[in-house]
Nanobody, 125 residues
Framework: QVQLVESGGGLVQAGGSLRLSCAVSGRTLSRCSMGWFRQAPGKEREFVAVIRWGGATYYADYVKGRFAISRDNAKNTVYLQMTSLKPEDTAVYYC???????????????????WGQGTQVTVSS
């Protein structure tokens, strides 16, 4: 059974930084594509970033240049470093694992097989 546990969320002022972590168990990280999504109140879940099994990274336009996704295979953990945070970044952030690597659209939530419980990020103005 694959389990994902996020941590690192919290309250931060605009312009600040946070680093989210996603600890993965039950699957070797190097054999997964790992994504971060977020969902704000009243809005649909949206793609933030992905690190593919081969190491390539992709970002949504609204976080490009401010967020960075990385992984530590030894710790089986994925990170999302968020800088220059804006109030519109406020959301619950979820990590997700694509373990069968069957989907080509890495920005689509339906591609991912497992999800964490989410961690709240609140950015005050």
């Amino acid at each position: 059974q694959v389990q994902l546990v996020e941590s690192g969320g919290g309250l931060v002022q605009a312009g600040g930084s946070l680093r989210l972590s996603c600890a993965v168990s039950g699957r070797t990280l190097s054999r997964c594509s790992m994504g971060w999504f977020r969902q704000a109140p009243g809005k649909e879940r949206e793609f933030v970033a992905v690190i593919r099994w081969g190491g390539a990274t992709y970002y949504a336009d609204y976080v490009k240049g401010r967020f960075a996704i990385s992984r530590d295979n030894a710790k089986n953990t994925v990170y999302l470093q968020m800088t220059s945070l804006k109030p519109e970044d406020t959301a619950v952030y979820y990590c997700a694992a694509d373990v069968d690597l069957s989907g080509s659209d890495y920005s689509a939530a339906g591609v991912y097989d497992y999800w964490g419980q989410g961690t709240q990020v609140t950015v005050s103005s």
